[in-house]
């Protein structure tokens, strides 16, 4: 029988988290939109820290191709729906945690308020955008993420900082890489996906400390690390109405 009460014991000594922070991580629910390079980690990092409840949204099976990046799987899980094989590594992780999974493509009617925050986690800039559209008309906080070759970009956004638009204007869409082309170092993938995670933790524990707007650009082969302030476009304003 596993003793639960030092479960978060050395989560708990972190001064910006404390009882106080991980009751608020309890009381939270996220939903992660795609559970694979970057929401498996996010998924798996979440729950192991402690949120109270997550939903999971996907319509992928685990393809052998995935197990190089993505957290998680096993060569026993190929073939299988990604939301039943990585429900079940999830609940034996952190048993405390409610999970639930949504088997379908993202539509705008997935969003609702219960949700304290969302984490786009997919690797469709078409989805990207709407999810990016809908977060803003419903007044959702979202944190972007994506990864290709070895950079990966991480951006918290809300209502009043700059949104997915303002970084990459639709138009541009054309211009960015695809991980399918071009590849996808494993390493940052987990670096991106726990960046994601991080902001996640420190948004729903001390939700007054997260720098909304900021973008955060890491190549894990040169070893660079930036932060970018993207100044809010006119399109934010007006995805805003």
């Known amino acids: 029988m596993i003793n639960m009460t030092n479960r978060y014991d050395r989560q708990l000594k972190i001064k910006q988290i404390g009882t106080v922070g991980q009751k608020r991580l309890e009381n939270s629910h996220v939903l992660a939109i795609g559970v694979g390079g970057l929401g498996s980690f996010v998924s798996s990092e979440l729950v192991k820290a402690g949120i109270g409840e997550i939903t999971l949204l996907d319509f992928d099976d685990v393809e052998l191709t995935n197990l190089h990046r993505q957290n998680l799987y096993i060569e026993s899980d190929v073939g299988i729906n990604k939301l039943v094989a990585i429900r079940k590594h999830l609940q034996e992780a952190n048993s405390n945690v409610k999970i639930n999974i949504i088997n379908k493509k993202y539509s705008s009617d997935i969003l609702s308020k219960e949700y304290d925050l969302v984490i786009d986690c997919t690797d469709n800039f078409p989805v990207k955008y709407q999810i990016n559209e809908d977060c803003q008309k419903e007044g959702i ?101």
Not at 219 to 240: G, S, T, Y
């Open 141 to 241: 906080k979202h944190i972007f993420g994506t990864c290709a070759a070895n950079q990966g970009q991480v951006m918290f956004i809300d209502k009043d900082s700059a949104c997915l638009e303002c970084l990459y204007p639709k138009e541009d869409v054309a211009q960015l890489g695809l991980s399918k082309n071009i590849g996808t170092n494993p390493m940052i993938v987990a670096i991106t996906g726990s960046l994601q995670a991080s902001m996640a933790l420190k948004y729903l524990t001390a939700p007054k400390k997260v720098n909304a707007g900021t973008l955060i650009v890491v190549d894990n082969w040169n070893f660079d690390f930036r932060k970018i302030q993207v100044k809010k476009e006119k399109i934010a304003l007006e995805v805003n109405k």
